[in-house]
Every structure is written in structure tokens, then in C-alpha cells.
């Protein structure tokens, strides 16, 4: 059973920037591929980042490719998302989530969530 915990959210202007970070216990850390998702009020819950166990492959939302940058470190249990030319429609609670082997895009396919953190950009 693996716990995650989310943070770095908060308040940041567009075009400002950001990184989320997501620690890790239980479990061994990098038998897990980890993946980042968010939620917008009203909206369903979307498929932003992933990273395989060791981190050789990762994939993006087209939304946020080329400014999002999904990063982890196994010594440490944990797995970052960097932010950056932030847009108000960037704006919900990001969610990280792990599942054994190898990652998947939709988030029904992840066994572990944490709690999330909100990040708000205003416009």
C-alpha cells in the first residue's frame, strides 16, 4: 500500500510558475509508475503527466506540453511537477497517483491517490 502526499499548490499569475511535489511511503517507490492529474470545478478529472519507474519515459497532456515537466526521484519517494507559463486554465487541484508497472494515461487505471493540492492562477 503506497500513501501519497501532495504540495506546492497555490496562488501564482499567469505566465508565473510553479512546481508540485508528491511524496511517497509505503510500498517500494520505484516499482510504481507515477502519474499527475487534475480537477477543474465542474470538469472531469484529466490526465496531465506520467513518468515510468526509473523515469526514462514520460508523457503529456497536449495542454501542457512544453511547459510542464514531470520529474522523480526514487532515493527520495518522491515525484515533482514542474510548472511553468502558467494559464488560468491551468487553475484545479492536482492529484498524484501511482500504480504497479508500467503508467498509464487514464486516471481509472491508477490504484493510489493522494489527497491533492490546489493550484489557482489568476488571470
Known amino acids: 500500500q503506497v500513501q501519497l502526499v501532495e504540495s506546492g499548490g497555490g496562488l501564482v499569475q499567469t505566465g508565473g510558475s510553479l512546481r508540485v511535489s508528491c511524496a511517497a511511503s509505503?510500498?517500494?517507490?520505484?516499482?510504481?509508475?507515477m502519474g499527475w492529474f487534475r480537477q477543474a470545478p465542474g470538469k472531469e478529472r484529466e490526465f496531465v503527466a506520467a513518468i515510468s519507474t526509473w523515469g526514462s519515459t514520460t508523457y503529456y497532456a497536449d495542454s501542457v506540453k512544453g511547459r510542464f515537466t514531470i520529474s522523480r526521484d526514487n532515493a527520495k519517494n518522491t515525484v515533482n511537477l514542474q510548472m511553468s507559463s502558467l494559464k488560468p486554465e491551468d487553475t484545479a487541484v492536482y492529484y498524484c497517483a501511482a500504480r504497479g508497472g508500467s503508467i498509464r494515461l487514464r486516471f481509472p487505471d491508477y490504484d493510489y491517490w493522494g489527497q491533492g493540492t490546489q493550484v489557482t492562477v489568476s488571470s
Open positions: 509505503g510500498g517500494t517507490f520505484s516499482s510504481y509508475g
